[in-house]
């Protein structure tokens, strides 16, 4: 259509110009030709406009008279209708690949006249020297043409590129014209015969001859156009670089442009031995605003890609190439120009959105940060055959470097996180530069003893606070138990005063001195009773073996009569049956008002002697006989196993199966599914016992064995038997004394060699007062007598020898004795005192009352006025329809959502799970035997008589006796008083303390806090796990929602087809005004993410705040 021109004769132009057409037909050269048309036939001419001719814009045209007349363009332009304007107007916008704008069809007719007349006139002006694509491709092709030549005709080819047709262009590019520009532009790279100028006019030539649909498929499909450009980016040129940049970056925008630039990129780094993006940052960090622009323009559009971990690693090769300076540059930088400012908020917005996304990523996997294994698990997995293995494995081998020592290795960990989190956590969110440093400037050895002392400190700090509370709290009850007693003696001095008036004191505090209310007393409001003088206790009856000890009831009431002495012949062993076995052992009862006479003989067998003791009948009598034919429920005869030789034993006291119940953990018990011949075989190895014979050969040690007692003794026993002696002789060898410095260590009282366990042994192994006396009827014959008696002799010449190790022994064990029980007191009764004045726990009752009731609808259980406690623990047992979830469950969702307050009622019950390890009962009879102790060494002290100079029994055990009562009178106040808050406890929740003791109360609370707690973090994971599906599908579905529209936007930006023209212009424009990068999208994507993130957090708060970076006292550390 365009372009396309006949020349007939007679014509006076070349190919045509404007005008050519006009005519609609040739004029003949001389007059009255027949070929001419008068001006009457103007407006019917037919033949298109053409903007190209080279004919001058004056026609020759005959006259009325056959004269020739010269029509100049706009006498014949004004000739045309209006419509033939607005045709010949669209014709020529088409043909400039000028879209219809808007803006040019409302100009006037006139506008339009003089724009097509200045067209031809324009056409016209370049006419003469070159004129095809050809003519300028031989120019560009000429091997002499030097650099003002070249300068000349990249000015007329650029000019020709941008005015002449697309056929004009394409002619130009097929015939290679662009490949001889790139060519000329890596002449001019190299430096030879060309100067900047001449690359920057043939950069600008290859950008006006691709700058259609045609172009820039040739440059899309060409090998090395892209890189030649590339080699253009020299920031120590900026305009040459401007123009590079200029004709790069558009181009990334265009399908699978991207890729070819960073390609381009990387061929030109290799080639010049730098970074790929070195050029690109330099240059951002120049003077000139434009190139700034337009690198920040190039950054922005490589780094707008959809995949998240290929945008963080491009951006992240730019911070290595310097530009972390630079964009630090930048923000700091008060007035940007309006360009450079749009392209850095994109940039910003950017980089904000990756950090969010990041922060997001780790909150998706934070129930996995609380496990050691997980973490290490899946950093091993994001590494395996990676190139980062090799180094994450160099951190770990320099971790066990660490110095093994408790307290400088938490120091360095400390630092080492501080550092990596500062490295890798950085606020806005970029990697470091790496390439700034090449290693941290700091003192280490200086850093770890401020983390050291700065730790240390801490724990120190807590520890002395917790220590400061728990002397206030003991001391607090102890000055409250003083005031009680005084309050007591008070009062019965008043009433010894006032005689005939009865004493009113407050009930149970006068436990302390032995008094509790008598049968029939009753009690006032003001919580008092009248207690008259205690009467005597009756007359103890006659004790006989497997006789137990009771102990004195759980409240008040009067103190049980002091046990009967033992039968001749017979004491008690290390433990009484009915007692508690260890472990923990209880008190031995050598500390209660019974003396312990020598162990009992060996048809008892309740000592344990070295060799195991003969069982039978004594074993029955104890209550371990045989084990019952069937055991209860259900529970399976043990498997007999079958060994080669004999085995070393495991001297374990065996459960005696008619006491296990259905909560016993022995009920449940399967070991023998670990059973293995390995196992069998490594424990028939490692401990078998050494046959009997070579124990008979040894040589003699002169310390052991019964077959050394025999050989070093052929003294035959006369008063004690061999089973004994064997024992005293075995004693002797253990303490290591002979028995006059025991008997001075006794007398003297000297705690420095004395020590509980050896009062223990005196007092199980020595015989009895009556073997005593028959052992000191033979002294005059003691060289007669035997090791063992002659020992037993010595010993037994002290007078109340027994009672006196009873004392010793309870005095070296007093301050044990009070450091086990005033902890337990001191507990149980914070704990009462806290969960009675708990307003979250009642609250919490409240909530699981209601939630109770309406359960419970249509049963008998409905419309309670209240409910046990130990209903709590058992909440867990009641599953939801899918059986995925509890009550503990729902009530902790529902607390939390409606109720947050009550939350933290596990924090008014500090106490509880101290309470839950308190046995009443054990405690009180602990009291107990420490009264009859104390009791027994008040009549030691009556009764005693020196046996010598060096007797100094009086002299330190009287001091101590009254220190002893004192300290119990206080633990006896204590302990009433902890009594008498749980039985108000027990009043306050309606339950009996007979059958529910302060030991399951408070184990109930305790364990319910705990499967509270629980419950509450599986619901916040759950609400995690579901909130990050619905945030990934979210985020699936907005994702392919943004990439078609994020296509189809491109599309219309980059509709290319062969004939459109202003393909690079266009696109440099949409990165210029920033719509090319899908802000709107960005700005949503952010909002989503934070209040994502906010959500997340806020439920977190409670549970993680302790773990949060920003808390954490080492990122208060200066490492500088």
């Given at each position: 259509m365009f372009g396309t021109k006949k020349s007939k004769k007679g014509q006076s132009g070349g190919s045509g110009g404007i005008l050519s057409g006009v005519v609609g037909g040739t004029v003949s050269g001389t007059t009255g030709g027949n070929g001419g048309v008068g001006m009457a036939s103007l407006g019917r001419a037919k033949a298109p406009l053409s903007l190209q001719g080279s004919t001058p814009s004056i026609t020759s045209q005959d006259d009325v008279n056959g004269n020739s007349v010269q029509l100049t363009a706009q006498q014949i332009l004004n000739a045309l209708p209006d419509s033939e304007v607005e045709r010949r107007f669209k014709e020529m916008l088409e043909d400039m690949n000028i879209k219809s704008e808007e803006s040019l069809l409302t100009k006037t007719i006139q506008e339009k006249r003089m724009m097509l007349s200045m067209r031809e006139t324009t056409g016209t002006t370049v006419r003469g020297k070159l004129e095809t694509p050809f003519e300028f491709i031989q120019c560009l092709r000429n091997e002499h043409l030097n650099s003002d030549k070249l300068l000349k005709h990249c000015e007329s080819l650029r000019i020709a590129l941008t005015s002449n047709p697309l056929s004009w262009v394409k002619e130009f590019i097929d015939k290679g014209g662009t490949d001889e520009i790139l060519a000329l532009v890596r002449k001019c790279q190299q430096n030879k015969k060309f100067n900047e100028k001449n690359e920057i006019d043939l950069i600008r030539c290859f950008r006006a001859a691709i700058n259609n649909g045609y172009g820039t498929k040739y440059v899309r499909?060409?090998?090395?156009?892209?890189?030649?450009?590339?080699?253009?980016?020299?920031?120590?040129?900026?305009?040459?670089?401007?123009?590079?940049?200029?004709?790069?970056?558009?181009?990334?925008?265009?399908?699978?442009?991207?890729?070819?630039?960073?390609?381009?990129?990387?061929?030109?780094?290799?080639?010049?031995?730098?970074?790929?993006?070195?050029?690109?940052?330099?240059?951002?960090?120049?003077?000139?605003?434009?190139?700034?622009k337009h690198c920040l323009q190039m950054v922005n559009v490589l780094l707008d890609v959809e995949d998240y971990d290929f945008r963080v690693h491009l951006r992240n090769e730019f911070m290595r190439c310097g530009m972390l300076s630079v964009y630090e540059k930048l923000i700091k930088e008060e007035h940007l120009?309006?360009?450079?400012?749009?392209?850095?908020?994109?940039f910003k917005n950017s980089l904000e959105d990756d950090f969010e996304e990041l922060t997001q990523k780790h909150e998706n996997i934070a129930q996995d940060f609380f496990d050691l294994q997980e973490c290490f698990d899946m950093i091993k997995a994001s590494i395996t055959d990676t190139p980062a293995a090799s180094a994450f494995l160099s951190i770990l081998q320099h971790l066990l470097l660490i110095r093994d020592d408790a307290q400088i290795r938490p120091a360095y960990y400390k630092l080492v996180d501080g550092c990596v989190a500062q490295i890798v956590l950085h606020r806005n969110g970029v990697d470091p530069d790496f390439g700034y440093t090449q290693k941290f400037q700091m003192n280490v050895d200086e850093l770890i003893e401020r983390v050291k002392g700065h730790s240390s400190g801490e724990d120190i700090n807590i520890e002395a606070l917790q220590n400061r509370l728990e002397e206030a709290l003991t001391q607090k009850q102890e000055m409250e138990a003083k005031l009680a007693n005084y309050e007591a003696k008070l009062g019965q001095i008043s009433a010894q005063g006032s005689p005939g008036k009865a004493l009113q004191v407050p009930a149970g505090l006068l436990i302390g001195q032995g008094i509790g209310p008598p049968p029939g007393a009753t009690s006032s409001n003001g919580g008092t009773s009248v207690v008259p003088p205690p009467p005597p206790p009756p007359p103890p009856p006659p004790f006989m073996p497997g006789m137990a000890i009771l102990s004195a009831p759980l409240s008040g009431g009067a103190p049980p009569p002091p046990p009967p002495p033992p039968m001749p012949g017979k004491c008690f062993g290390s433990g009484l049956p009915g007692a508690p076995p260890p472990?923990?052992?209880?008190?031995?009862?050598?500390?209660?008002?019974?003396?312990?006479?020598?162990?009992?003989?060996?048809?008892?067998?309740?000592?344990?002697?070295?060799?195991?003791?003969?069982g039978g009948a004594a074993n029955k009598m104890l209550g371990f006989g045989t084990v019952a034919d069937v055991l209860p429920f259900g529970m399976k005869p043990k498997k007999q196993f079958?060994?080669?030789?004999?085995?070393?034993?495991?001297?374990?006291?065996?459960?005696?199966?008619?006491?296990?119940?259905?909560?016993?953990?022995?009920?449940?018990?399967?070991e023998e599914k670990f059973v293995t011949d390995a196992l069998l075989e490594e424990l028939t190895s490692k401990f078998a016992t050494v046959p009997a014979k070579k124990e008979i050969n040894r040589k003699d040690d002169g310390t052991n064995g019964a077959a050394v007692g025999s050989k070093k003794n052929s003294k035959e026993l006369k008063v004690i038997d061999a089973k004994a002696a064997q024992n005293l002789m075995i004693m002797q060898g253990s303490?290591?004394?002979?028995?006059?410095?025991?008997?001075?260590?006794?007398?003297?009282?000297?705690?420095?060699?004395?020590?509980?366990?050896?009062?223990?042994?005196?007092?199980?192994?020595?015989?009895?007062?009556?073997?005593?006396?028959?052992?000191?009827?033979?002294?005059?014959?003691?060289?007669?007598?035997?090791?063992?008696?002659?020992?037993?002799l010595s010993l037994g010449s002290m007078k109340r020898l027994h009672p006196r190790l009873n004392s010793i022994s309870f005095k070296l064990r007093f301050q044990e004795m009070v450091s086990d029980i005033?902890?337990?007191?001191?507990?149980?009764?914070?704990?009462?005192?806290?969960?009675?004045?708990?307003?979250?726990?009642?609250?919490?009752?409240?909530?699981?009352?209601?939630?109770?009731?309406?359960?419970?609808?249509?049963?008998r259980n409905a419309q309670s006025i209240g409910f046990d406690i130990s209903f709590l623990p058992s909440m867990a047992n009641t599953k939801t329809v899918d059986q995925k979830s509890t009550l503990v469950h729902f009530l902790a969702d529902y607390i939390e959502k409606h109720h947050p307050e009550v939350l933290g009622f596990g924090d008014e019950l500090s106490y509880a799970e101290r309470a839950s390890k308190v046995n009443v009962e054990q405690v009180d009879k602990n009291l107990n035997m420490m009264k009859r102790s104390l009791e027994d060494l008040k009549t030691d002290l009556k009764n005693?008589?020196?046996?010598?100079?060096?007797?100094?029994?009086?002299?330190?055990?009287?001091?101590?006796?009254?220190?002893?009562?004192?300290?119990?009178?206080?633990l006896r106040g204590m302990h009433a008083k902890m009594v008498?808050?749980?039985?108000?406890?027990?009043?306050?929740?309606?339950?009996?303390?007979?059958?529910?003791?302060?030991?399951?109360?408070?184990?109930?609370?305790?364990?319910?806090?705990?499967?509270?707690?629980?419950?509450?973090?599986?619901?916040?994971?759950?609400?995690?796990?579901?909130?990050?599906?619905?945030?990934?599908?979210?985020?699936r579905e907005k994702a392919e929602r943004d990439k078609k529209e994020r296509a189809q936007k491109r599309q219309r930006l980059t509709d290319i087809d062969g004939d459109q023209e202003g393909v690079m212009d266009n696109l440099l424009e949409a990165l210029n005004s920033g719509a090319v990068f899908c802000s709107n999208n960005n700005k949503l994507r952010r909002k989503n993410n934070r209040s994502a993130n906010s959500a997340i957090n806020t439920r977190l708060m409670r549970t993680r705040s302790r773990n949060a970076i920003a808390m954490d006292p080492m990122r208060a550390i200066d490492i500088s």
């Open positions: 499909g060409h090998s090395t156009a892209l890189q030649t450009i590339c080699g253009s980016l020299r920031p120590d040129r900026p305009s040459l670089m401007l123009e590079a940049v200029r004709l790069i970056a558009p181009f990334c925008i265009i399908e699978g442009g991207q890729s070819a630039v960073l390609n381009a990129l990387t061929l030109t780094a290799e080639q010049q031995g730098t970074e790929r993006f070195r050029a690109i940052v330099e240059g951002l960090d120049s003077d000139q605003d434009a190139l700034r120009s309006v360009d450079l400012g749009r392209q850095f908020t994109v472990p923990p052992p209880p008190l031995p009862s050598p500390l209660g008002g019974v003396r312990a006479p020598p162990p009992l003989s060996q048809t008892h067998g309740s000592a344990p002697l070295p060799p195991p003791p003969p079958e060994i080669s030789g004999t085995l070393k034993r495991a001297n374990w006291k065996k459960v005696n199966p008619r006491q296990v119940t259905q909560k016993a953990f022995w009920l449940h018990v399967d303490l290591k004394m002979s028995a006059e410095d025991i008997k001075t260590c006794l007398l003297e009282v000297d705690e420095s060699r004395l020590h509980d366990s050896m009062i223990q042994q005196l007092i199980k192994y020595m015989p009895t007062q009556d073997a005593l006396s028959k052992l000191a009827n033979l002294k005059e014959d003691s060289s007669e007598l035997h090791d063992a008696e002659q020992f037993a005033k902890p337990m007191v001191v507990g149980a009764t914070e704990a009462c005192e806290e969960i009675q004045s708990s307003k979250k726990f009642a609250k919490l009752l409240e909530i699981v009352l209601l939630c109770g009731n309406i359960l419970n609808t249509g049963t005693f008589r020196p046996q010598g100079e060096r007797d100094y029994f009086e002299k330190i055990m009287q001091p101590f006796y009254e220190r002893a009562q004192q300290t119990y009178d206080v008498q808050l749980f039985e108000s406890l027990a009043e306050y929740y309606v339950f009996d303390v007979k059958k529910y003791t302060l030991e399951e109360f408070f184990t109930d609370i305790t364990n319910f806090k705990k499967q509270f707690d629980v419950a509450f973090t599986e619901n916040i994971k759950l609400r995690e796990l579901e909130e990050k599906r619905r945030v990934e599908k979210e985020k």
